[in-house]
């Protein structure tokens, strides 16, 4: 009896090393597999915040091209193209102020605008670069106040007024998705 209870405990003993040394071995994979799956987890949701960094990014420069296109816009249509006499005030602070921020906006922050507007971006550049060199030659050079307003349509860059509608309907768009991606990802918050 001694003899069984001996092959017994030693067996038992076999038995449980065996068995933890299993158990050790699934827990380890386990933990290489959960650690994987953290690290790809981690990856993928690194590219999303990128994504959604660059989105709130390039929503800020368009929302800044937008106002800047409606102010020069509303400008050019409620006074400036009715001018009669050159008004150096309205010039500088409204069209000249709005036609650079808006040429210099697209410059600096070329990264953030999506691909699908980077030829639209060049030509309002090329429209505001024309106008930002015949306002400097005009007004800062030759001193010119006889000339009421500045056109550089005749000279061949007319306003792009394609580009401009759809930089103003990218920014609507792209506005209303992370708007709409933020409230579902409220509410999926407990």
Same mark, same amino acid.
């Given at each position: 009896?001694?003899?069984?209870?001996?092959?017994?405990?030693?067996?038992?003993?076999?038995?449980?090393?065996?068995?933890?040394?299993?158990?050790?071995?699934?827990?380890?994979?386990?933990?290489?597999?959960?650690?994987?799956?953290?690290?790809?987890?981690?990856?993928?949701?690194?590219?999303?915040?990128?994504?959604?960094?660059?989105?709130?990014?390039?929503?800020?420069?368009?929302?800044?091209?937008?106002?800047?296109?409606?102010?020069?816009?509303?400008?050019?249509?409620?006074?400036?193209?009715?001018? +009669?006499?050159?008004?150096? $005030?309205? /010039?500088?602070?409204?069209?000249? =102020?709005? *036609?650079?921020?808006?040429? #210099?906006?697209?410059?600096?922050?070329?990264?953030?605008?999506?691909?699908?507007?980077?030829?639209?971006?060049?030509?309002?550049?090329?429209?505001?670069?024309?106008?930002?060199?015949?306002?400097?030659?005009?007004?800062?050079?030759?001193?010119?106040?006889?000339?009421?307003?500045?056109?550089?349509?005749?000279?061949?860059?007319?306003?792009?007024?394609?580009?401009?509608? +759809?930089?103003?309907?990218? $920014?609507? /768009?792209?506005?209303?998705?992370? =708007?709409? *991606?933020?409230?579902?990802? #409220?509410?999926?918050?407990?």
């Amino acid at each position: 009896m001694e003899n069984a209870l001996e092959i017994f405990l030693s067996s038992s003993l076999i038995a449980t090393i065996i068995s933890a040394s299993v158990a050790f071995l699934f827990h380890k994979r386990k933990e290489r597999y959960n650690a994987e799956i953290k690290r790809e987890f981690e990856s993928l949701s690194q590219v999303s915040n990128n994504y959604f960094e660059w989105k709130k990014k390039t929503v800020g420069l368009l929302g800044k091209v937008y106002i800047h296109l409606n102010r020069s816009q509303k400008a050019f249509q409620n006074k400036y193209s009715k001018l +009669k006499t050159y008004d150096p $005030y309205f /010039e500088d602070e409204i069209m000249f =102020t709005s *036609n650079k921020l808006i040429r #210099d906006l697209l410059i600096e922050n070329a990264d953030n605008i999506p691909p699908n507007l980077l030829e639209e971006a060049s030509k309002l550049i090329e429209h505001y670069d024309a106008w930002l060199i015949k306002y400097h030659k005009l007004r800062k050079i030759e001193m010119d106040t006889t000339t009421v307003q500045i056109y550089v349509g005749p000279d061949g860059f007319r306003f792009p007024e394609q580009a401009e509608e +759809k930089f103003k309907s990218s $920014y609507i /768009e792209l506005f209303n998705n992370i =708007t709409k *991606n933020s409230e579902s990802a #409220d509410k999926s918050l407990p």
